[in-house]
């Protein structure tokens, strides 16, 4: 009797604990079949070795618009066929190109250049949080605006328009709408950025869109208005929700250790590293990510032939006892949390994974610092997960202090 493979995605129960079928397939069967939403077949890989080996082998293509790439959610690939394409979806020396464009925007001398504005922000925003009336919400004071104000500000939207951007990302990533709305989310925030390249065409500032139309103008003599629209679709997109809720995730996990939170407190230096653990222990991308092969590729015993999807479960990786000591314990004393797999690994690992980790650090030391009786205003049980959401969080987290 032949076993009908399980539906991907899996969903958590708790946000402290991983979906028992990775436990599972990590230590019974790590390369296993799956059915993707669409039906479609494809492997799940869960230990830590073979994740991080197809993320750094370019027989796996990252390329969306195939016919066989595997998706998550129903109209994904609808959503796809009225967008332009992202860098995280090309392959090769177009992905190198793409990349090697906009590397500079995230390079140290660029994120110290940041710090002032992320502190400014951080401090406005818990500056709002203790001026509200207890109990407030620590995401809509705290972890929304300061990830949103620094994409905001990276790209040059004006603060004006905060709030209908914050909106359209936050709608891009749900989980729980119809293939239409899907489409009609692509459509409105490809519009909306669309018309934000055209103004910095005409009106250029101090931002990332802005020096890439001047670079594209030396190079080219002319501006990519479609891409440049879709790169900053992604950094919408990439530098807000998944922020946003490993901030709300981070502050959940600390007040729920006490001691743990009580050792940053006194030893601040420790921040960094508490950082790295929390992007490790929740991973909020658990679903990918998902690459097609592009030839014959033995993984973790198990040949995966041409045109088969792999979803490489970073999250799933993440937990892996045979690199992590402990893995479903949180520990900011962990001494190789670095070699956490949150933000991938190879060719495609974000762009701007040091600037959120910079980003992070700051929200976290000022909120130890400045709001030192921080703690939760309801049972743990009153709280709501973004159960079936493209990005794992909490809808809300209600704190006093």
């Known amino acids: 009797m032949t076993t009908e493979p399980p539906q991907f995605p899996f969903h958590r129960e708790c946000p402290f604990t991983e979906p ?13 079949g799956i059915r993707m939403v669409d039906g479609r077949p494809a492997w799940l890989l869960t230990r830590y070795e073979d994740v991080r080996a197809v993320l750094n082998d370019r027989r796996f293509s990252s390329d969306k618009s195939a016919p066989d790439y595997p998706v998550f959610v129903v109209g994904q690939k609808e959503g796809l066929d009225k967008s332009e394409r992202f860098m995280v ?24 250049a940041l710090t002032p504005h992320i502190q400014q922000s951080v401090d406005t925003a818990v500056d709002n949080l203790l001026a509200s009336p207890r109990p407030a919400d620590l995401i809509r004071s705290v972890a929304m605006p300061v990830p949103s104000m620094l994409t905001a500000r990276l790209v040059g939207i004006d603060h004006t328009d905060y709030d209908r951007f914050q909106n359209l990302t936050s ?7 119809s293939a239409e709305e ?12 669309d018309s934000l390249v055209a ?36 950094l919408m997109i990439a530098g807000q929700e998944t922020t946003t809720d490993t901030i709300a995730l981070g502050v959940l996990a600390l007040l729920s250790e006490p001691d743990q939170l009580a050792e940053l407190a006194a030893d601040p230096g420790k921040v960094p590293l508490a950082v790295e653990e929390i992007l490790r222990y929740f991973s909020v991308l658990d679903f990918g990510p998902p690459r097609l092969a592009t030839a ?30 402990d893995p479903g314990a949180l520990n900011v004393n962990r001494a190789n949390a670095r070699s956490h797999l949150a933000f991938g690994y190879g060719p495609h690992q974000c762009l701007g994974a040091n600037l959120v980790r910079h980003e992070l650090r700051i929200v976290f030391e000022t909120l130890i610092r400045r709001v030192p009786g921080l703690r939760l205003a309801v049972d743990f049980g ?20």
């Open 182 to 193: 899907r489409v009609r989310f692509a459509e409105e925030l490809r519009e909306y950025m």
């Open 171 to 177: 709608r891009s990533v749900r989980h729980d709408i």
């Open 199 to 234: 103004a910095k065409v005409e009106h250029p500032g101090d931002d990332l869109l802005s020096r890439q139309i001047a670079q594209q103008r030396r190079e080219r003599g002319e501006v990519d208005v479609a891409g440049l629209s879709s790169l900053a679709v992604l």
């Open 20 to 32: 028992h079928i990775y436990t599972e397939s990590r230590a019974e069967q790590p390369v296993r």
């Open 89 to 112: 979806n090309m392959d090769g020396e177009e992905h190198a190109a793409a990349r090697r464009a906009v590397i500079s925007e995230f390079s140290t001398r660029r994120i110290a």
């Open 382 to 401: 009153e709280l709501k997960f973004k159960n079936k959401g493209l990005i794992y969080g909490v809808h809300e987290l209600p704190v006093t202090w």
């Open 296 to 325: 014959d590729v033995e993984v973790g015993g198990v040949l995966v032939r041409a045109g088969e999807g792999v979803v490489a479960n970073v999250y799933a990786a993440n937990r892996d006892s045979s690199v992590f000591t």
